[in-house]
T-cell receptor
């Protein structure tokens, strides 16, 4: 199974350019998320979609927009990239509600996309 | 807002020995969940273990166990019989019991090195 697939894996942008990170999951999960990972700061939630047709801001939404295209796909857009957006971006998916069992609430992550803004 | 703190940026342990990674969190909620995720050099995030706050019993998964101290808001991870494959970045994470989506708040991470 592919799980969560992100594209592209690497991207270099110039300040002011725009780009979209694509994410797709094949696990029929209702919820999807975008996180960014920076050294010494862990992962921080940018936006999430609890279910198809809904999106909500996370901890660090400024400078980003998202689209939940359908149940499978959740894209992240940088309209005018800034050097502060240089980071590794992770897409994740999960069941909508916390399920029982030792792995209940587990997030399934993609492999990450490394973005550099010059 | 909830916060998660991992005060050990780096740890190292000899192969086959035991190591404990620390995590503290701040919340005013009484019902929540705590997680440890592992990120090897491949960058793939992997769930290691989960703890429900309402359970007094500490969770265990094979060589991995936690020491959950609710009053102290502490959630440490113990890795027994460390193996080379355990080398990774480890993240502690918090999830409120409220709400449907699995929004996790992560700590800063601890890089674990295993010495052969």
């Amino acid at each position: 199974n592919a799980g969560v697939t992100q594209t592209p894996k690497f991207q270099v942008l110039k300040t002011g350019q725009s780009m979209t990170l694509q994410c797709a999951q094949d696990m029929n999960h209702n919820s999807m998320y975008w996180y960014r990972q920076d050294p010494g700061m862990g992962l921080r939630l940018i936006y999430y979609s609890a279910s198809e047709g809904t999106t909500d801001k996370g901890e660090v939404p400024n400078g980003y927009n998202v689209s939940r295209l359908n149940k499978r796909e959740f894209s992240l857009r940088l309209e005018s990239a800034a050097p502060s957006q240089t980071s590794v971006y992770f897409c994740a998916s999960s069941e909508a509600y916390l399920l029982g069992g030792p792995r209940g609430g587990e997030l399934f992550f993609g492999e990450g996309s490394r973005l550099t803004v010059l | 807002a909830q916060t998660v703190t991992q005060s050990q940026p780096e740890m190292s342990v000899q192969e086959a020995e035991t190591v404990t990674l620390s995590c503290t969190y701040d919340t005013s909620e009484s019902d929540y969940y705590l997680f440890w995720y592992k990120q090897p050099p491949s960058r793939q995030m992997i769930l290691v273990i989960r703890q429900e706050a309402y359970k007094q019993q500490n969770a265990t998964e094979n060589r991995f166990s936690v020491n959950f101290q609710k009053a102290a808001k502490s959630f440490s991870l113990k890795i027994s019989d460390s193996q080379l494959g355990d080398a990774a970045m480890y993240f502690c994470a918090y999830r409120s019991a409220r709400g449907g989506a699995q929004k996790l708040v992560f700590g800063q991470g601890t890089r674990l090195t295993i010495n052969p």
